[in-house]
């Protein structure tokens, strides 16, 4: 008797009735029936009758549970895992499995809830969770939760059977114990169970359905080739051909057009592509005799892509010049005379035993030749080219539910250098060009305690937005300038050692977007600029003019000592704000592209504010390596009257802008609390050519202001 109940291993014998003798018996005779199929012994108790039957209500009556013992040793494939911590954690399992039939897994769950002392029941104690497992569905690309499949909550050991559909899924259980826990799962089929990187590259091959529906295609198609002389067995090849393509009739005839049309137009694309040689002359008439299809193949739509061709459809090249109506009819009769020629030669092909017939076999035959001898990764091209032109009818298609839990990564990898405490740095900062409209999902794998990732659209200069200071999945569109992935990291009151740092996209298919370098480069100049702030009407902190000697991109970021002051950082053309950033103790603009300048800047002069000339240069590898100090040209303007020694003294205190590596220096200003200060800073990337002896720069913007505002605190 099967049941979906959980098994409770360790209290089994607390929950028998000790009144029923008639259950008593049927458990004895149960067991010798077991001991006897499995151990085959010689003898058994003829005295007890080997079938028992009873009313359902009296079954009721007499069991309150059944218990099934199941031997792990009798199923193909187990996975057992224990952990002991005294920890609140969970632990996180991903597990992957696919199959062409229904799927059972047995999940038995063991907790230890109490050691020693810890745990100790007393009086006073409050009462001890149990453990608890809980499995869902989970997506890398959603947010959404998943579906609950299982939950087992026990002081001491569970089990139940999980029951999944065909096909592929992916389940994140999730298990909690105070002191420790064991899970073990088996199954007849296979399953693959452990930490994400584990698990994560076996949903990038295609699902058992995707290449089970894609080979019956294939070997339908090669069927139509191999009758294709016998006129007979000809038209029921072609029946099962449109069978195995078009497995659910739809009564939308358009929506029915644009199937097969992407269907041909598919094969099309493959018979063409696996050419190794020329291609014979009447291999396009062949093709045509096959499928019957005249209007696909036009020269206009052949080099489209699947999804513009379903927007596309039948747009006829336009020309400028006027014809007459004599003319137009004319054309329109001579059309129509070819077409009627043509598609005589193309039924004639079918006939067997022509000239036309014969040629067209061999062709199609040779074609074939090349398609047999990698029949399932051209079956799987064929198939994952109709589902790239997102056409409604493949949703048709069993395999189609798998689609949601494929997916294609790739990892980035870099390394940082040691920091000091409290220190703000950039890891992370490239350029992805993004081939095609896809949903993708980054994410970070670090040690280090606060990480934060930006990704910034240059054509809009939008951010991608962020939920807890994580990207979320996002819909990233094909534009010119990409997407920059920008992270920027804070050590907090420890040093922090030298590690690695990794990225990883997930998307749906690939090709996912790529970088528009051949490998990441994190070697970055930082100008560094300190002051105090000058309280003032207008609340304004600093405005620099940024002069730009080469074209490239720049992260800037303002910090204050007061960590609770609300800041704004705006970078303005001719007045006009092209970006601005605000945040509490500190704004960043990850990424923002600067062009070179076309000549110098005058900075104006209004009110209470401090102006500089930031100048941009292009420094070469000896200047970079010692640090390059930059020229700044004070233009500084204060009402009222000052002495001349403060104004030395505040020249002496102020820290001449300079590109220099990713370190954090104390400033003596930090030592002074009296004293309410700001940092801005800005940082360009700096590669290095594999001989090591030139840095090159990439882009930064014509001139540009750069103004933060500080709003006003009570004191």
């Known amino acids: 008797m099967g ?52 009313d359902f209500e009296d079954f009721c009556v007499c069991f309150q549970n059944i218990y099934i013992f199941h031997k792990p ?30 799927i059972e897994l047995l999940v038995c769950f063991s907790a230890l809830v109490r050691w020693g002392e810890y745990g100790a029941l007393t009086k ?31 002081y001491a050991t569970k089990a139940t059977v999980v029951r999944l559909p065909v096909g592929r899924h992916m389940l994140l259980f999730n298990a909690y114990s105070p002191v420790g826990h064991s899970i073990h799962i088996c199954s007849m089929v296979s399953f693959v169970i452990g930490d994400e990187h584990v698990v994560l590259p076996n949903f ?10 894609s080979l019956l295609i294939m070997k339908a198609i090669g069927n139509v080739i191999a009758n294709f002389k016998d006129k007979g067995k000809l038209s029921a090849a072609l029946k099962d051909l449109q069978t195995a393509h078009y497995p659910v009739p739809f009564h939308d005839k358009e929506l029915t057009a644009q199937h097969f049309r992407v269907f041909h137009l598919s094969l099309w694309r493959l018979m063409k592509k696996v050419q190794i040689t020329k291609p014979p002359p009447n291999f396009k008439f062949a093709f045509r005799a096959m499928v019957l299809d005249l209007e696909l193949l ?19 090249p336009t020309s400028d010049k006027e014809y007459s109506a004599e003319e137009v009819a004319a054309a329109i009769k001579i059309q129509a005379m070819w077409r009627g020629t043509y598609v005589r030669l193309l039924m004639k092909a079918r006939i067997p035993d022509t000239k036309e017939n014969i040629s067209v076999a061999d062709t199609l035959q040779k074609v074939w030749a090349v398609l047999e001898m990698n029949l399932e990764q051209y079956a799987v091209s064929l198939l994952r080219l109709m589902f790239k032109s997102k056409c409604k009818s493949l949703e048709s298609y069993p395999c189609y539910q798998d689609e949601e839990t494929k997916i294609a990564f790739a990892d980035y990898t870099v390394t940082y250098q040691e920091q000091p405490p409290n220190s703000w740095f950039i890891v992370f900062r490239e350029t992805f060009l993004v081939h095609q409209d ?15 990732l930006h990704i910034v659209n240059n054509d809009t200069m939008e951010q991608v937005p962020k939920v807890f200071q994580k990207v979320v999945p996002y819909l990233y569109t094909k534009n010119k300038k990409g997407y920059t992935f920008v992270a920027e990291a804070f050590t907090g009151d420890t040093y922090v050692a030298a590690s690695r740092w990794k990225l990883r996209l997930i998307g749906s298919s690939a090709p996912l977007p790529c970088l528009s370098r051949d490998s990441p480069c994190n070697s970055f100049a930082i100008k560094e600029i300190r002051d105090y702030y000058i309280p003032n009407d207008k609340k304004i902190l600093f405005r620099y003019s940024v002069k730009v000697l080469t074209p490239q991109p720049a992260t800037i970021q303002v910090r204050t000592s007061k960590p609770d002051a609300f800041i704004k950082l705006q970078v303005l053309e001719n007045e006009e704000t092209m970006v601005s950033s605000t945040g509490k103790g500190q704004a960043i603009i990850p990424a923002f592209h600067f062009l070179k300048s076309e000549k110098g800047l005058s900075s104006q002069s209004y009110g209470e504010r401090h102006e500089e000339l930031i100048n941009l240069g292009s420094p070469d590898s000896h200047t970079i390596s010692e640090g390059q100090k930059s020229s700044v040209t004070s233009k500084t303007t204060r009402k009222g009257k000052e002495k001349s020694s403060e104004k030395e003294k505040t020249a002496k205190e102020k820290q001449a802008p300079r590109f220099e590596p990713q370190i954090s220096t104390v400033h003596p200003q930090q030592e ?19 001989a090591g002896s030139l840095r090159k720069h990439l882009m930064l913007r014509v001139r540009l202001y750069l103004k933060a505002k500080l709003n006003q605190k009570k004191k």
Request: charged share 25%; glycine share 2%; aromatic share 10%.
């Open 438 to 452: 896809m949903i993708l999902v980054p994410k970070v794998y670090t040690t280090l305690p606060i990480c934060i």
């Open 204 to 213: 990038e091959p295609e699902s058992c359905r995707f290449t089970e529906q």
């Open 298 to 316: 036009n020269s206009s739509l052949e080099e489209v892509s699947l999804v513009e061709w379903l927007d596309v459809k039948y747009c006829m």
């Open 73 to 102: 040793s009798s199923y193909c494939l187990n996975f057992q895992k224990s952990e002991f911590k005294f920890s609140e954690e969970r632990v996180s399992y991903y597990l992957f499995v696919d199959s062409l039939k229904p």
């Open 124 to 154: 006073d104690s409050p009462p001890i969770e149990p453990g608890l497992l809980t499995a869902e569905t989970f997506s890398w690309k959603s947010l959404k939760p998943g579906s609950l499949v299982l939950k087992i909550h026990t």
């Open 3 to 54: 049941t979906d109940e959980q098994t409770d291993f360790g209290l089994g014998d607390a929950h028998q009735s000790d009144g029923l003798n008639l259950e008593r018996e049927i458990v004895s005779q149960t067991t010798a029936t077991q001991e006897k199929s499995q151990e085959e012994l010689p003898t058994t108790n003829n005295s007890v009758s080997k079938e028992i039957w009873l």
């Open 672 to 690: 002074d609390p009296n004293k309410p200060y700001w940092i801005l800073r800005l940082l360009r990337l700096v590669c290095i050519t594999l």
